[in-house]
């Protein structure tokens, strides 16, 4: 008999900095940390921060995922040319880290 895992992150919360509505990259970074849910379904909440640098002509677009686990919280930050390119390399880091995480911490 399988068990259902539920391996969606519920609490997911965006926040963007010095920009105007961007619909499409916050559902964009919403369903990129999904992933995350596949490789530790024990992920309690998630907050993505988008930032626009105007001082930075070059890699002006920030991101920053923070991740809240059981007695752990893991961070992500990365700065590129779009905000796909460093949410994906955030959620890349992350999957790393939770990796790790569930190695250590989860018998």
Known sequence: ????????ISNVQVTLRHSSNHNSIEEYARSAVQVLGRVYPGIISCHIILDHQKNDFEKNKLAEITVH????VLVA???G???EQTIDSCVESLGRQL???KEKFVP
Do not use: L
């Not at 686990?69 to 752990?72: D, H, L, S, T, Y």
């Open 1 to 8: 008999m399988k068990t259902a895992v539920n391996d969606t």
């Open 69 to 72: 686990v059981p007695q752990n």
């Open 81 to 83: 040319t779009a905000y």
């Open 77 to 79: 930050r990365e700065a």
């Open 99 to 101: 990796k790790k995480y």
